[in-house]
């Protein structure tokens, strides 16, 4: 298995970056690694042999996170996350992973590989810790399609559906939509039109959920647009980080009995920590495009980018694409979609 | 000082909020507190001998939690929560508060009392706790409106500033506009209408932000739609309520020394989780409507009740309705309103 990492993306790009490349190259010597990336400084970060697992493919500009995503994947040919996501197009990666501007990840995925038939939107997927024998939640979108119509958030339900079935192995996802109350007068008319149409769907769909329901263990894919799933994936990293930050604060001051408590409590808070920390997770693919793309947290650690890395080889071993054709085929009859696309293989031309 | 209290408001009424009344009662003996609701359902909670500063109001309909609003407040003339508010609209309570139906509360002060000239959607906020010196920051709309014009996001802007300023003693409120990102090419069309109304305010306004932001303590004021602010206040109680549930089942599940480290942190434990439990903010006015309207959790403990008491004793105090009267004619020159009013004292009639 080859997979190519655009080693310029993220905010501690490339030397976390690559680091994680050699994290992962070192445990997984079957797979291969491809930074994508300017020469001399990914070389800088690698050591003078580098394991022959781990090749690098020169691209030498770079999408900031500050860019338009779709203006830069345009006018940037040679963008490294436009490079990875070439090198995938043309068989000689497996995957694409990156903790680059994920908006540029989502348009250089869908200039060089094209969307699945059924799909108008591809979406970004947030996995969140939750209570219960799933452990986990995944929200979608949360941020690709800041608007959305009606049969966008269906597309969404099907694709966060196959892919917690196929990537979880969730047999039967129990899905739900996002809304500012449970009963059937709530929502606007987005979710109104939405919810008429799940109703329709082959899914297990429970209707209206709200934001805590996200953490209540009792659904496997909340679906909603991507404006409000960013507010609500950034509202919920704001308040884990600012309640391990208080607890870690209320443990310094604390006086020294509840201090010792601290001390003692350590590994359980470095848990607890790991378990809201977004970097463990590693990334999330791009759901709906053709072929793999794994985004991971743009303040990716080392750590994070070769988790990142796993979830990739993950992703390709089960066959995530497969998963998602079958769903969206089976779909047909209800839902909804607007572009009609060729037969699979025929890529659209580049944007 | 009058209050009326809506008895038969919250999934834990009429007990919890009767002895919210007796427990606040006590100890602030120169509040009368007016139980509006079903005299022998609230009787049964108190006392033979109720303190002097405990009256009871008759009322004999109630809107339950799955009602819709404003069809429930037109039809049950002798509900509790309109009842409440028909005090406050006659000069015999200074303040309304429940813990009932946020939508009905809001149908039935706007019903009653009306709203303040400026405004066209009177908004829910509520507290979050933040880092920093400041320690909270207001996040509006919360699920009063659904749907929004960037006319309405402007007028929670000067509301919300204007409420911090009057109960909060923040002198000049920092305000920011909730966005899937901080670049000005990110939102949706309303956001960025409505960022650039406010670039024109007089207000100290930040541009966009995210929901992280709420939790900085950079802000005091984040303004937002009420679907994605709903969304945004349930995913982040469920995030503290799941954090510190996770952080309790460590503890209890841990080895003994980590176990010994939990006995001794509880009471850190114990402070955090008041940190974040809603039932401690204690209520937030209903802001944009004439008069004073408290809204407090709808499961507020008899704690919590008496916390929104004292919300409600404060706000009064601080006279909000002058201070978001001010703001409103400060902003007449920049901010667009839809309803012209008529002048202050003329409320409109009965929906």
Request: with cysteine.
């Amino acid at each position: 298995m080859r997979l190519a990492l655009d080693a310029m993306g993220g905010d501690l790009a490339p030397a976390a970056v690559v680091e994680g490349a050699l994290l992962f190259a070192g445990a997984e010597p079957a797979v291969t690694v491809i930074l994508v990336g300017d020469g001399p400084r990914v070389r800088a970060h690698l050591p003078l042999r580098p394991p022959p697992n781990v090749e690098l493919h020169p691209a030498s500009q770079v999408v900031e996170m500050s860019e338009h995503a779709l203006a830069a994947v345009r006018s940037k040919r040679d963008a490294s996350v436009r490079v990875a996501f070439e090198l995938a197009r043309r068989g000689q990666a497996d995957a694409v992973v990156t903790a680059g501007h994920s908006g540029a990840a989502m348009a250089a995925a869908l200039a060089v590989l094209g969307r699945l038939p059924g799909v108008d939107r591809p979406a970004l997927a947030a996995l969140f810790p939750a209570l219960g024998a799933s452990g986990r939640c995944l929200l979608l979108d949360v941020g690709a399609n800041a608007e959305c119509r009606a049969s966008h958030l269906a597309q969404f339900a099907v694709l966060g559906a196959a892919y917690v079935r196929a990537c979880h192995g969730v047999a039967a996802p129990r899905v739900a939509l996002l809304s500012n109350g449970e009963e059937e007068s709530k929502g606007t008319p987005l979710t109104r039109e939405a919810l008429a149409l799940l109703r329709r769907s082959d899914l297990d769909f429970r209707g209206y959920a709200e934001g805590k329901d996200l953490f209540s263990g009792e659904l496997d894919v909340l679906v909603t647009d991507g404006f409000t799933g960013n507010a609500v994936l950034k509202a919920s990293e704001g308040v884990a980080a600012g309640l391990t930050g208080l607890l870690q604060q209320a443990v310094d001051r604390a006086h020294l009995p509840a201090r010792l408590g601290g001390l003692l409590l350590r590994s359980t808070l470095a848990g607890l920590r790991r378990l809201v920390d977004a970097s463990e997770v590693g990334g999330v693919p791009l759901l709906g495009i053709r072929g793999v793309g794994i985004v991971a947290h743009g303040r990716s650690s080392p750590r994070a980018v070769a988790s990142a890395l796993r979830v990739a080889r993950r992703t390709v071993e089960a066959d995530l694409e497969g998963g998602l054709s079958a769903a969206l085929a089976r779909a047909r009859s209800w839902l909804p979609t607007r572009a009609v696309k060729g037969p699979k293989g025929k890529t659209p031309g580049p944007i």
